[in-house]
């Protein structure tokens, strides 16, 4: 008989591992308190890479990541991504260069760009840089159409998704045999814990502690423009790519940022920055901001795995989860239902917090 597995979460990461599962044969249900399309997940930049700033186990498991997009992609035609290329440009000469002959050394596709160069890329900067990295195996996806394509294929399969909210796990001796949701429980012989934010309080319900700190980020939307940009712009304090939609949206981090003690404030200051940099963008109109809170495990890498001395239950938190969601996804499901545990998620196990 098949596997039943309960995925809590319905953002990227949850409807990532849901496709998966079903795919492979298991009966899931996926349960969220947020409907589909998860609380992180449409706050995100959502820019897909493996770029700078990690350690190279950490950079393997992100380019992994990103091949895994694209057979995501053939195996689920009309999933909003665009590989539409990066030019970054947001440390100083020193660094940028460091980064990429580091990143050149692990097989990333650099190429060093000047001015000219930079100009034909993206020719509607108004200060084109002197110097940058461009990058253009590296994408987006529009992430809360990506994770409902995904669960929407996933109930094509078989899958159940169902609105409600966990008030705790269901444990006998040891083992979790389910949820408990309004009072009733629902059985399982395995329970994922892809719940973003909310992971700790409902892994806390068996005394299973996950060190999640959920940093603010401020990202701002224009309304729908004429054709600016071709790809992501990483330039210093200011994030920049436009949507599928034709929105322009920004952040001082890709990671969102600091929304202060006036968002509104910081959100206008950050618009009015981002249309001054772009020519052209006179016309273009601020919609909205939002305020996402980036469910990050405190030493900034993921979770994934089962969690050790409770059985029955698998975790996968993380941020980057635009990123890593297909390959999140086929690994969680390879390990759940054949007990293979992909070498490239060797670091990312909860037991390296105890120690
Ligand atoms: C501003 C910002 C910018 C970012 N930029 C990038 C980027 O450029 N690239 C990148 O790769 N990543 C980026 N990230 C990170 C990425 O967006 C997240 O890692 C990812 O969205 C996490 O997805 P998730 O499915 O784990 O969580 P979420 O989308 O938060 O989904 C959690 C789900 O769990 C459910 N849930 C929680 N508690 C309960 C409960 N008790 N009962 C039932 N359901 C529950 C929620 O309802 C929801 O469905 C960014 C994040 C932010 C905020």
Redesign the pocket.
Known sequence: MSKQVIV????????SIAWHLTKAGAQVTV?????A?????????????ASWGNPEVYFRLRIRAMAEWKRLANDLPGLPLNWCGGLCFDLPADRLEAYAAEHSSWGYGIERVDAKRAAQIEPNLVEPPEFAVYVAEEGVAE?VAA?KALLTDAERRGARVVT???DRLALTNGKVKGVVISGETMAADEVVI??????P??AATTGIKLPIETPA???VHSRPYKTLLNGLVHAEKLHVRQTAEGRIIA?TD???GDPGENPDATARDLFAAMKAALRGGDGLELDFH?V????NPVDGFPIIGRAGGVAGVYV?????????APAVGLFATREILDGERDPLLGPYGLSRFAQ
């Open positions: 809590i979460g319905a953002g990227i990461i949850g409807a349960i969220s308190e947020s409907g399309g998860g609380v992180a997940t449409p706050n995100s930049f959502a820019w897909i890479n992430p994770a409600g909210t966990i892809a719940a973003g934010a909310g992971a309080a409902i980020g401020l990202i952040g890709f990671a969102g939002t996402g809170y980036r469910p996968a938190v993380m941020h980057s989860g635009i990123t890593l």
